[in-house]
């Protein structure tokens, strides 16, 4: 039991002194420097905002999160994240309270739970999907200089995950808001899932 205290703590301090490192990540992926993405945070929120005025259709959110917003969607989250710890440190404790087996992080972001889960002794393996392909790219880049890329897989969606067939927990976080037909991915995920699974979902 100490040992699992131990651990929970360790993950919780390592978000909650840096977000994993999300600036120094986000330095080395876009290849910027540190004062330069420090600049950029702020104007993040306000950046990506004035892409959703006519660019968000939500009979196709598939292009919209794909192609439209770029990489000014890591900033965003990256901003939101920084100044929401102690909000999201309660959300991880909760995942690290539950998450077990093979780990679904579906429309992960910027891998904040993903990370979390993959530092996770209860956790087989974490599969990250994400439509964003700089999310993507950016959560594998982050898990390589963290050193967990070898319990974290990354996918652009459900259906290219072949390697597992059921999964034993589900997390989605501000994701299904944003889709078109909810009911229809909650079949999907009903379908993935072993029973006695766990999910996680938080709705703005």
């Not at 945070?41 to 905002?49: D, I, Q």
């Not at 959300?91 to 530092?119: C, E, K, P, V």
């Not at 319990?151 to 808001?177: A, K, Q, W």
């Not at 944003?178 to 909650?186: E, W």
Request: hydrophobic share 40%; aromatic share 10%.
């Amino acid at each position: 039991m100490q040992n699992e205290i131990n651990e929970m703590d360790k993950v919780e301090a390592a978000f909650l002194s840096s977000c994993f490192d999300v600036k120094l990540h986000l330095a080395d992926y876009l290849e910027k420097n540190l004062e330069e993405v420090e600049a950029l945070l702020p104007k993040a929120s306000a950046k990506l905002a004035s892409l959703h005025l006519g660019s968000l259709d939500f009979s196709d959110v598939t292009s919209f999160y794909e192609k439209t917003v770029g990489y000014s969607h890591l900033f965003e989250l990256a901003a939101w994240h920084l100044t929401s710890r102690d909000y999201i440190a309660d959300t991880l404790r909760l995942q690290y309270m539950y998450a077990n087996g093979h780990l679904l992080d579906f429309g992960g972001g910027i891998g904040t739970h993903s990370l979390a889960a993959a530092q996770i002794t209860s956790v087989e393996h974490v599969w990250f999907v994400d439509l964003n392909p700089y999310n993507r790219d950016f959560v594998k880049r982050r898990s390589e200089i963290l050193g967990l890329d070898k319990r974290i897989s990354v996918h652009r969606d459900l259906e290219s995950i072949n390697e597992v067939l059921d999964f034993d927990t589900l997390i989605c976080l501000d994701v299904l808001e944003h889709l078109p037909d909810p009911s229809g991915q909650l079949i999907k995920f009903h379908k993935r899932l072993k029973p006695n699974s766990r999910l996680k979902f938080i709705r703005d």
